[in-house]
């Protein structure tokens, strides 16, 4: 029963992809529709019960073999599904939230001319992502690795006709490279040190490697530290942790939907998965696990700073995925790895809803994405508002300790930073006081995206998008804020998901948070958990527990007095702290820095090479010098070429007696 509902919860939306994809606009946008997305609920629908079969221990770990697959000299590996607690709730997570993603295109992509090849390029990449998840060897990782980063390079560029698109998809395919190189290099080393790309080899093997040293370039190296750092570089591209995070913003030049999809529960999640698939793994290599913590904070407080600044409302949203990434890498990075895919899974619920509520207020306002744009959204958009809200109360962690109540959020933030503080080292403390910041900035620009988009007066006549729909002067708009237009709700096809994911906001941490902190037998086998630590999480002072919830009101009450109570605010502090808004609303010059440090050279070196080497060279004494040789000879030999009967006499002669002349000698 478990190998047939694996086999057909991967394959099910390959197959849709591939006749989606071949079948194209000779089948139509409905027929294609209705296979990928009857595909995804099928998955969707089988994943569940794999998943509750965990909870309840009525399930075991098991591998799904599919074929044999690679047999040369020392490596060998087949391509079989492994199923255990943390792909059932990794199967959950991808297959929930592509199918409602899949469900709310139908709406959101409905006069877009391309949906087929839309509709293909989702299902190509949840089955790429269900490969990942599945894997039992770090190859088929790979594969899997790889075909959601391809995939991701589809979708975001799906709009291939805007520039800004093209750009877009180029530059995450590029920084994933980066990363990509450095968990290729991880495998190598993984293969050389333990002779398999099994996971359970490498982690049944890998304890006794600990304090094992390798040479390298003269040096002697902790082999695991090495490895896992390199294995971490894979996850940082992925993942888009602080350093090769520049891809993930402009990523949002993609539909919503794919923000959604990608962005949200599955592919920046995979650096997550790896690092946690692969615990017992870096257990044995602390300076790995101090660079997990260290970069994990520090990207959940960069993230959070430029997420104040940004008016695009996507963007806000993308930063905050980056934001809560951090989150879950520094969780991991202190030990506590079943709180880190904890914070995965409800982040899963709550960032869809808010991306794809997003999707809804955009679509309402007729593709205008800058906030400055909304206000008094709430009444013309009621359910679209009150899934944001429930989102929003997610994210921002609201909840009770004592009560033992609260949106998802509160159980999985508040339980990461409990056990960082609860670790008791000095980068454990550092995760802690970072994570404690970036709680209350993520408040603020959570709150602030509402305010600004729900709230205040309308704005929308001073957008170019809503201008060009009205088509009234301004004599005929006069003091009207909203320039005659009214904004609509969304198809019922975008508000079910809406519905759907707000249930997971709202209650997906208080129904499983005692299975994902409390159980170590739900963990068995799948990751290390480290019972000591979560038992220090519970014992720490009362005022660690509600440090979340009381920058979460802090927050709040900011974003209040900014945007609700005096509008003026915002303009008196950019005026005061000028060069501290421009350094974080340029995103800290990462973007400016990589331009000047690598993109600059790499064209310069380009030019160079193709006006010196490709041209002067190559070109020159290649195919242009064989042209000239050639045009050359022919000038000549058309001399030989004069048309006199007596001038070919000679020739023939001559050559009669040059011949005669090599016989003879």
Known sequence: MLQNSILLIVFLPLLAAIIGGLGNK?????????????????????????????????????????????????????????????????????????????????GYMEEDPDQPRFFAYLSLFTFAMLMLV????????????????LASYLLIGFWFKKPSANKAAIKAFVVNRVGDLGFMLGIFGTFLVFGTTSIPEILEAAPAMSGSTIGFLGYRLHTMDI???????????????????????????????????????????????????????????????????????ATCIFAATVGTTQWDIKRVIAYSTCSQLGYMFFA???????????????????????????????????????????????????????AMMFGTLAITGVGVYHLGAGFAGFWSKDAILEVAFARGTDLGMFAFWMGVTAALLTSFYSWRLMFLTFWGKPRWIESEHIQHTVHKTPEEVGEDTTGGYKPHESPIVMLIPLVLLSVGAIA?????????????????GSIFYNEALIHAMHAVPYWVKYSAFVVMLLGLLGAWMAYIKDTSIPGKFVEQFRYVHQFVSNKWYFDE????????????IGRKLWIIGDQGIIDRFGPNGAAWVVEKGAIAAKKVQSGYLYSYALIMLLGLVAAITWILM
């Open 508 to 524: 997906a941490g208080q129904v499983f948070a005692p299975s994902f902190l409390d159980d170590a037998g739900f963990w068995a």
């Open 593 to 604: 820095l990589y331009d000047a440090i690598f993109v600059k050279p790499a064209f310069w």
């Open 134 to 149: 599945t894997a039992d060897n770090l190859v088929q990782m790979f594969f899997g690795w790889e075909g959601v980063g």
């Open 332 to 386: 991991a990075g202190v030990g506590a790895y079943g709180v880190a895919i904890f914070h995965l899974f409800t982040h899963a619920f709550f960032k869809a809803l808010l991306f794809l509520g997003a999707g809804s207020v955009i679509h309402s306002m007729h593709h205008e994405q800058d906030m400055r744009y909304y206000g008094g959204l709430r009444t013309k958009i009621p359910v679209t508002f009150w």
């Open 227 to 297: 490895l896992c750092i390199l294995l971490f570089i894979g996850a940082m591209g992925k993942s888009a942790q602080l350093g090769l995070h520049t891809w993930l913003p402009d990523a949002m030049e993609g539909p919503t939907p794919v923000s959604a999809l990608i962005h949200a529960a599955t592919m920046v999640t995979a650096g997550v998965f790896m690092v946690c698939r692969l615990s017992p793994m870096f257990e044995t290599a602390p300076v790995a696990l101090g660079m997990v913590t260290f970069i994990g904070a």
């Open 26 to 106: 000779a089948l139509g946008n409905t027929p294609v529709k209705l296979l990928t997305t009857g595909a995804l609920f099928v998955s969707c629908a089988l994943s569940w019960p794999i998943f509750i079969g965990f909870l309840t221990d009525s399930m075991t770990a098991d591998v799904v073999p599919v074929l044999q697959w690679v047999q040369s000299g020392d490596l060998s590996f087949d391509w079989e599904l492994r199923v255990d607690a943390l792909t059932a709730i990794m199967l959950v997570v991808i297959t929930s939230v592509s199918a409602l993603v899949h469900l709310y295109s139908w």
